[in-house]
């Protein structure tokens, strides 16, 4: 009995040894990172540049596959469904992870939390409060007086039900006590010509797109919606500083595996990525972007997603949102 104890024992032992040495030889053949959203958009920037770093680290190819749809819907239930093998990752934003679980409920062909091994979490990005210059307001004290001398007069343009612009507006109209009408729109782009045009008053706009917007002066900025105020714009203030503390509407993008994942790959593609991060021109490049670089380890960004997801979700019930 014992001696057959024993051998069990001796290859199980064997075994896993085996398992453990072939997933620290990983990888061994190119590996795929699918982006939810069109080439040049954030998350899509993420996986070029870190890819490349990537391939130069493991002398593997690292493809970047485009698949847009659904707010990165289509890219992540791609990923969801793709062997835990450390072959195939998902480049994605808060959406697709937190306020999309909300928003399509049960026709979401995915669950952000049960089927995805999360990486890092790599950057955030503010978006900027920007109103067209016929706006008499040059502050958001000033902003949320005209809104209450105007109910549901004042208008704000976002790219979208469920996107970080959107749950921007909706938490200043929950924190200031005030009504605006939300006008979502098919991608940041057409929200941003329409608020130049003074159809619309204002959006929360993505700070990369609206930045050259307020330096060239077709708009006025009234605040960030990080939680600090951010480096391109030293000088306007946030919305937490205006009077509403804790005030945070910021968007991001993470890198996530398929859930099973052994933790000996997931740790190292984290370990590669922050590596990654850290090179000066990667580092640049991403800045200059207007993204904040962050490397959250997998288990904070885990805990993030879930915490996001009740916080987000009771945005978007509190506005009636429907999927576009």
Not at 75 to 104: E, I
Not at 199 to 222: C, D, H, W, Y
Not at 236 to 250: D, I, L, Q, R
């Amino acid at each position: 009995m014992k001696q057959a104890l024993s051998i069990v024992c001796a290859v199980f032992m064997l075994t896993t040894s085996c398992g453990v040495l072939a997933q620290s030889a990983y990888p061994e053949k190119p590996v795929r990172i699918v982006v939810g959203f069109v080439p040049g958009a954030g998350a899509d920037i993420i996986a070029r540049l870190v890819g490349q770093k990537l391939n130069e680290f493991w002398g593997q190819p690292v493809i970047v596959e485009n698949l847009p749809g659904a707010v990165g819907n289509l890219g992540a239930a791609r990923v969801a469904k793709s062997a835990p093998d450390g072959y195939t990752l998902v480049s994605t934003g808060d959406a697709a992870m937190t306020t999309n679980v909300t928003l399509y409920g049960k026709q979401l062909p995915y669950d952000p939390v049960r089927d995805f091994a999360p990486v890092t979490l790599v950057a955030l990005s503010t978006n900027i409060l920007v109103v067209h210059p016929s706006v008499p307001a040059r502050n958001i004290k000033e902003l949320v007086a005209l809104a209450k001398a105007n109910p549901g007069k004042l208008s704000y343009a976002t790219a979208g039900n469920g996107s970080s612009q959107h749950l921007g507006g909706e938490l200043l109209k929950k924190r200031a006590s005030i009504d605006m009408v939300h006008i979502p729109y098919k991608g940041a782009p057409l929200a941003m010509q329409d608020v130049l045009a003074g159809r619309v008053e204002m959006t929360f706009g993505n700070i990369t797109q609206a930045l050259p917007q307020v330096q060239s002066g077709k708009l006025r900025a009234l605040a960030v919606t990080s939680l600090k105020r951010w480096p391109p714009v030293p000088d306007v203030p946030t919305v937490a500083e205006s009077g509403y503390p804790g005030f945070e509407a910021v968007a991001w993008f993470g890198l996530l595996a398929p859930a099973n994942t052994p933790n000996v790959i997931v740790q190292k593609l984290y370990q590669d990525i922050l590596k990654a991060l850290a090179m000066p021109d990667v580092r640049t490049r991403l800045t200059d972007t207007g993204l904040e670089l962050v490397g959250r380890s997998p288990q904070e960004f885990a805990a993030q997603i879930k915490d996001e997801i009740v916080k987000k979700g009771q945005l978007i019930r509190d506005s009636g949102a429907k999927p576009d």
